[in-house]
């Protein structure tokens, strides 16, 4: 099995095709944290955030199954007025003011799926316009990270397989994403592009990454929406359904519909159905401006049948709840 395993996940370089988005990793909260999927999101609610996120997946097949993790932190620059300074030598300095429009941000992230390792770093700008009760955003990333084949988790049974030669090597790939996003007090919706170079995998020696002129990082798409309301005459009850829609260069299509339930924005539990065939658990909690939010998936398809699940924890801390803080953006 745990053979197995190993040339499968190698085939899967070779032909991302035979399983959708495991170039990058998959994220089952979200909304949780959705710098990670759309860089327009930096600064969006107005407050500084850092996250930490830890995923295991399929847990009980083999030892090294896909495991990923991250540390990211956005900010909002500060609405601040014009000033003039005094400079060195009696000169005055104009300062100018911001507008309280440019959001920032970062990610640094460890992923492992099998032999393949990717540990990187990623770097956001976000412009934001208020329209009206409404917001609209954009944001750029740029990152760059190692693309590494374990010589530890890598075994390939033929000694003529064209990826022996790769074993072990290692290659740094430069990157980028882009993205937007629309919010009203009750709904949002944002659309962003990741992997936006399509790089080659170049590893090796020249005449090694020549056979790897055809491994190529393709572009992957994300759609996510949510919608907030509450029950009548429960001010503190709201139920939140939202959705993400992951795709690629090749139109195969992963979706993930999710129902949560809130109490008074302090705890709240729910269930995610994915269209590979998971279902999801989602449970979380706020004491005061810490967040801590769990889920659980279980498969009925494929690997996953095989598997005694997978794993998702998220933490996450949250500054400025007074002049920073849009209220009417809050969604957690």
């Known amino acids: 099995m745990k053979t197995l395993y190993r040339i499968f996940a190698l085939i899967c370089i070779i032909n991302p095709s035979l399983i959708l988005a495991q170039q990058l990793p998959r994220y089952s909260q979200y909304i949780m944290n959705e ?16 996250n930490l996120s830890a995923r295991k997946e399929w847990i009980g097949f083999v030892t090294n199954t896909p495991e990923t993790y991250s540390f990211s932190a956005q900010t909002r620059v500060l609405k601040s007025r014009s000033s003039i300074k005094s400079g060195l030598f009696g000169s005055n300095i104009f300062k100018g003011g911001s507008k ?13 799926n099998a032999a393949i390792h990717r540990t990187g770093a990623q770097f956001t700008y976000a412009y934001h316009i208020i329209i009206r009760n409404s917001q609209l955003s954009f944001g750029l990333a740029g990152s760059f ?22 074993i072990g090597k290692a290659t740094v790939i430069p990157d980028a994403s882009f993205g937007a996003n629309f919010m009203t007090q009750k709904f949002h919706i944002g659309f962003s592009v990741a992997q936006l170079f399509q790089s080659s995998l170049k590893i090796g020696s020249r005449d090694e990454f020549i056979a790897t002129n055809d491994i190529r990082l393709k572009r992957h798409y994300f759609i996510i929406g949510s919608y907030r309301e509450k029950f009548p005459g429960k001010p503190k009850w709201e139920y939140v359904p939202s959705f993400i829609l992951r795709t690629n260069e090749k139109l195969q299509i992963l979706s993930d519909i999710t129902m949560k339930l809130f109490y008074d924005r302090t705890y709240w539990f729910g269930f995610s159905y994915r269209t590979s065939g998971d279902a999801i658990a989602l449970v979380g909690l706020k004491f005061n401006n810490l967040y801590f939010a769990y889920s659980f998936d279980y498969g009925f398809n494929g690997i996953t049948k095989f598997t005694k699940g997978s794993h998702e924890i998220c933490l996450a801390v949250k500054f400025g709840d007074t002049a920073r ?8």
């Open 145 to 166: 990270y190692q693309f590494r084949i374990s010589r530890e988790d890598a075994r390939l049974k033929d000694p003529d397989d064209r990826l022996n030669g790769l």
């Open 325 to 332: 803080r849009y209220r009417w953006l809050e969604r957690y």
């Open 35 to 50: 710098f990670l999927i759309n860089p327009s999101v930096a600064g969006a609610d107005g407050r500084t955030s850092l």
């Open 100 to 112: 309280g429009r440019v959001g920032l941000g970062f990610n640094l992230y460890n992923d492992n």
